[in-house]
């Protein structure tokens, strides 16, 4: 959303080399200061993107340190830009890491705000109420609501990140956290002390502001509605980890719904009643007979609705037919609504009734809409799915296209939009990712990685195995994978592109290696990569989310290992609509989509090996179409400059060299 234009000059791009060259302000900030040119040139593009109020797409190879690139400009701009991330955890490193260091590179203190979504700040209204309220509380919680209430009184920003201890699925925290769903805003006792409220009073005043994804299209999604947005005002905006943009896009301009969220409302609803059970038993117990009691057979209604969509399974599936599932299912769906309706009409109807009704009534409200949209709604332009994972059943309504909406909601109302991230060019060109964001005209710039991959980093394409796409392909994945551990004494990620190959080669592999073995889903993510990077000669196997955003420098990290092309399932339910509606226009969907998503798909996986000058390793890539097919080229095009081989000789001649060109030795002195 723009705001009004700075009146500050930007400084000439002179001020950014002399910043980043040789004895500038960074050198000085930095002990072990590395002069990059494509640093202040991607932080000249920046610039001048600001100064002109044009759009840019940049491509900064790893190693660029396009953080500062960016964010130095920012600063210098005078005008107020938001800066959003792909992760809490990059807002993390922004703020603890980066932001610091410019500081002292500018020579004085910047004020900055991370942003995060509600559910990540402490209420102190919530945790005031438990706090009266202790008989609510099971035992194991006690101890753990005494930490946070007196934690509570410490903090300046009530961000859960602070309490090192919570895990990370915490039914206390759900009790306790900001959601907006039972929010009364600034009709709330606390309004005056809230984290929220302080927050956002500082990002109004803020040099940097940082936010991530999912909240930036939050954002956008509720002031599409013409309501009051949860960002502050904004002239720009950087998106970084900008290849992840489609998918969230998709996320928030779309409508959901689950069994869990009908859940936690009934659930929700039943401790509201015992609260004002606590202060008035007459108006309880009307609560109770009128509003309390349609919500929980709504839930239950609701239970049964979504466990006949969970009926096919695990997984994504598209639903084709939704007159049909009601009407096989018309009980239920009947009663879901009805029980809704029911429970907002007893709300409406109590007098007098508490503050604290208001947001469970917007709730009730919203989840009738939301049901009426899923399963009776208008569906153009819109692919309908449902998931299974775990206990929760999800209905999803996805836009197939993200790119008018995004032309006309970010780039048409946001006079600078820079996007940028290593991965957003295929054979350098910007095509793919313009088309699928809608992004208008403006700059490109691809940034060259500074590192020499070609004395760092060995491509292996091994001959002769079997099409991944067979039977025998697994069998013989695991021989190759076994001989190319053998040369690199473990130090591996081995990344599938299912969980069911994964699985199928940990089973086969890890009763066989000498080195110790981890596998995603054991522990959570961030615990898996600590073990992994204390234990020596350690092999992960992962899936997708260890394909971006995870960062291990040095020998223990040596060898990436990617058994198949990372096509996305075609049988994906959004997918599978976007190929249909390209094919509809006579287009190529797997020359202009599904290509191009794998391309950067394997960049981002590769991307995880060389993370510093003196990282040094193999990539093995056990998919033989990347030389076979004509569209292999197209993947080879787009990788850095590898040295190449088809023999495993020379993989295990790669490792066994201590010195000489290109060796560990050798990069670490030139570091």
Known sequence: MPGNPSAAAPRPPATLRAFFGRGGGLAKALGNFEYRSGQWEMAEAVERALAERRHLLVEAGTGTGKTLAYLAPVLASGRRVLISTGTKNLQDQLMHKDIPLLARAVGRELKAVCLKGRNNYACRAKIS??????????????????????????????????????????????????????????????????????????????????????????????????????????????????????????????????????????????????????????????????????????????????????????????????????????????????????????????????????????????????????????????????????????LQATPIAVAALLEERLFAATDTVILTSATLAIEGRFDYVRQRLGVPHGGERVVVSPFDYEQQTLLYLPEDLPDPRTPEFAAAAAEEIAAILQCSQGRAFVLSTSYEQMRELHRRLAPRLPFPTLLQGEAPRHILLERFRQTPGAVLFATSSFWQGVDVQGEQLSCVIVDKLPFAAPNDPVLEARIRAMQAEGRNAFMELQLPQAVLALKQGFGRLIRSRSDRGVLALLDGRVLRQRYGSVFLQSLPPYRRTRQLSEVKAFFAAETGPGSRAENEARA
């Open 129 to 394: 109420d438990l706090e009266r309220q202790p008989a609510l509380l099971g035992l194991a919680d006690l101890d753990r609501y005494r930490h946070i209430r007196a934690w509570a009184e410490e903090t300046a920003t009530g961000d859960r990140a602070e309490l090192e201890d919570l895990p990370e699925v915490s039914p206390l925290w759900e009790r306790l956290n900001a959601r907006r769903d039972a929010c009364t805003g600034s009709k709330c006792r606390c309004f005056d002390d809230c984290f929220l409220t302080a927050m956002r009073q500082r990002a109004m005043e803020a040099d940097l502001v940082v936010a991530n994804h999912h909240l930036f299209f939050a954002d956008l999604a509720i002031k599409s509605r013409d309501l009051p947005g949860v960002l502050p005002p904004y002239e720009a905006v950087v998106l970084d980890e900008a290849h992840e943009l489609e998918d969230i896009a998709g996320q928030y301009f779309g409508v959901g719904l689950s069994n869990l969220q009908l859940q936690d409302l009934a659930a929700d609803g039943a401790a509201l009643a015992k609260f004002v059970a606590a202060g008035n038993g007459e108006v309880a117990n009307t609560a109770g007979q009128g509003w309390l009691l349609p919500l929980q057979h709504a839930a239950e209604a609701g239970g049964q609705l979504f466990a006949a969509l969970a009926a096919e399974g695990e997984g994504r599936a598209p639903l084709r037919d939704r007159a049909a599932f009601v009407t096989a299912h018309r009980s239920a769906f009947d009663r879901l609504r009805g029980g809704l309706a029911a429970a907002e009409a007893g709300m409406e109807a109590l007098r007098p009734a508490p503050e604290e009704l208001e947001p469970l009534l917007r709730r009730v409200r919203d989840t009738a809409a939301r049901v009426e949209y899923l399963f009776t709604g208008e569906a153009e332009g819109v692919v309908f799915w449902h998931e299974r994972r775990g206990r929760g059943v999800y």
